[in-house]
């Protein structure tokens, strides 16, 4: 969630325009609801998956403290409102791409692909790659490459960040039943996948600076770190471990990628706002 938002800030702040503070704070809002909506609807949906999961046990549905119903409810009515605010907000562009987000979560990736194939988090991680684009549309009423180039940034970063956590807590999905790469594959099928999807993910990432469409501040930060995802991910494809215990480059490789979004699309925005 926190990333969703700081993403979409980002996207907003890198595009070539001055927006007003009140109407980017709407569109910020706007995409923070959205992804509120999505989480809720997920999880209206996959109640009885996530009583089944350690992890996901003390959600509000299986815990008990919200019924299915007013669950639905409100995921539907956030989702509405945020779609609705945007367009009056900013434009039509970023409240179509705002509502596209949301049903391709819940549709396309939760009841869909997340049950059905190990793929699942690939396609599905075009859902967590919206943001951005949402937020330059926002700003701009429109999605050049530039958009494009952010969006598939955390399109390829999501595998590579997701499947490093599957690794360590795969028994849950295995107990619930989610085909999850390292369910059906297995744990060394997983760590090369996790490698193949970083070596594209470093390219695109880099490529704002070489295509000028950033300066040295993003250029320099993301050769930086996008050497050490790699660095990680080759740690992660040489370790053989089969239990959590054993699991420490993997575990340094999902942490790490969560600093590393933040600290590029940091970068990217610093990059626009201060030196651009």
């Known amino acids: 969630m926190r990333l969703v938002v700081y993403t979409g800030l980002c996207g907003l702040m890198a595009a070539p325009v001055v927006v007003h503070p009140i109407l980017g704070f709407a569109a910020i809002l706007c995409i923070a609801i959205a992804a509120g909506a999505a989480g809720a609807l997920n999880q209206w949906y996959e109640a009885d998956i996530d009583a089944k999961m350690k992890r996901t046990q003390n959600r509000p549905l299986p815990a008990g403290r919200m019924t299915r119903q007013t669950a639905l409810h409100f995921g539907v009515g956030l989702g509405v409102g945020s779609v609705v605010l945007m367009d009056l907000a900013t434009n039509h562009v970023a409240a179509i791409w705002l509502a596209i987000s949301i049903l391709f979560y819940v ?21 967590g790659a919206f943001p951005p684009l949402i937020g330059w549309a926002a700003a701009t009423g429109s999605t050049p490459l530039m958009a494009w180039i952010l969006f598939a940034i955390i399109f390829l970063w999501t595998p590579p960040h997701f499947w490093a956590l599957s690794l360590f807590v795969r028994t849950d999905y295995a107990n619930a039943g989610i085909p999850m790469l390292p369910v059906v594959a297995g744990a060394r099928h997983t760590r090369q996948q996790i490698l193949l999807y970083t070596l594209p993910m470093a390219a695109v990432a880099i490529a704002p600076w070489p295509l000028g469409y950033s300066g040295w501040l993003y250029g320099t930060v993301s050769v930086v770190l996008n050497a050490i995802f790699l660095a990680l991910a080759i740690r992660v494809w040489r370790n053989e471990a089969s239990e959590p215990s054993g699991m420490k480059p993997e575990k340094r490789l999902f942490a790490f990628s969560i600093i590393y979004l933040f600290a590029l699309f940091g970068a990217l925005a610093i990059d626009a706002k201060v030196l651009g």
């Not at 549709?107 to 690939?122: A, E, H």
């Open 107 to 127: 549709i396309v990736y939760t009841m869909w692909l997340k049950p059905r194939t190990p793929q699942n988090i690939v396609i599905g991680g075009a859902a």
